[in-house]
């Protein structure tokens, strides 16, 4: 059964969109607050965490050769501080009209350097033509993931734009304090029809900080096994993200397209 060797292989939790490295974009601002962040994940049951710097040409933070060697050096100061995580490097692409040429450049870290790519968009300004983005993206080697699509004005209005784009070959990511309804109602109750729908592949915890966006899953996990079971919260938080780092390939649960749930009268009515 090769889901019982996985289980015998990893049985951690592994965060794939994290910015926890200490000075490189708007995550951890200081050495001490990120060692305290590393703290809190170890503590939720975290033992590797991919490091997603923001990432834009344009943007003025840590990249390429340099980010790299924040990555290792944080890694030496986790193992002077006995502090048992790996921290695996990766960015997390922002979108713009031309995240194509980006790409092509490759001058950005995917995620732990397999072909899984994290790529974020504007919050407001979620583009028309994103399955063609993602078929572009794919025609390249590239498997993307979207990050926290919960938090998209776009997705909220119209859930099954997230139905399209898995079956163009994206992947899901939901931040694990979204779920448990510390983003908002909104973020809350898309996330909650994604998971009903077979539309989430990865929850990760998006953390900045150790006191503000902190990488808390702990709650989210437990949550997920009462509600979903414990296969689905492996699958979610262990599994998916294991092949991730190992660069592995994963199938998914096909994906329902949500049917707003008509009204008592309507169902009466149609009766």
Request: with cysteine.
């Amino acid at each position: 059964n090769k889901n019982y060797i996985l289980r015998m292989e990893v049985f951690y939790m592994i965060d794939i969109h994290c910015h926890v490295v200490p000075n490189i974009d708007d995550g951890a601002k200081s050495l001490d607050d990120a060692l305290e962040m590393a703290k809190i994940a170890y503590d939720e049951g975290i033992r590797k965490i991919v490091n997603t710097s923001h990432y834009h040409p344009n943007f003025e933070y840590k990249k390429g050769k340099e980010l790299f060697e924040s990555v290792k050096e944080f890694n030496n100061i986790l193992k002077l501080n006995n502090l048992d995580i790996e921290v695996l490097i990766g960015n997390e692409l922002y979108y713009s009209e031309d995240i194509i040429e980006i790409i092509e450049q490759k001058e950005f870290y995917t995620l732990n350097n397999s072909k899984y790519l994290l790529i974020e968009f504007q919050q407001i300004r979620f583009p028309k033509n994103i399955v063609d983005i993602i078929y572009e993206i794919k025609i390249r080697g590239y498997v993307p993931i979207l990050a926290h699509v919960e938090r998209y004005k776009e997705v909220q209005e119209n859930v099954n734009i997230i139905y399209d784009c898995i079956k163009e070959g994206a992947l899901i990511q939901v931040n694990s304090s979204s779920i448990i309804g510390k983003n908002g109602k909104e973020a809350e109750r898309v996330s909650e029809i994604l998971l009903n729908n077979n539309m989430i592949h990865f929850i990760a915890t998006d953390a900045h900080s150790s006191t503000r966006r902190r990488p808390i899953i702990r709650e989210t996990y437990d949550y997920i096994v009462r509600k979903y079971g414990e296969q689905k919260a492996e699958m979610l938080f262990i599994q998916n993200p294991y092949k991730v780092i190992e660069d592995k390939e994963i199938s998914i649960e096909s994906p329902r397209k949500y049917e707003k749930s008509k009204g008592f009268f309507k169902k009466l009515f149609k009766k």
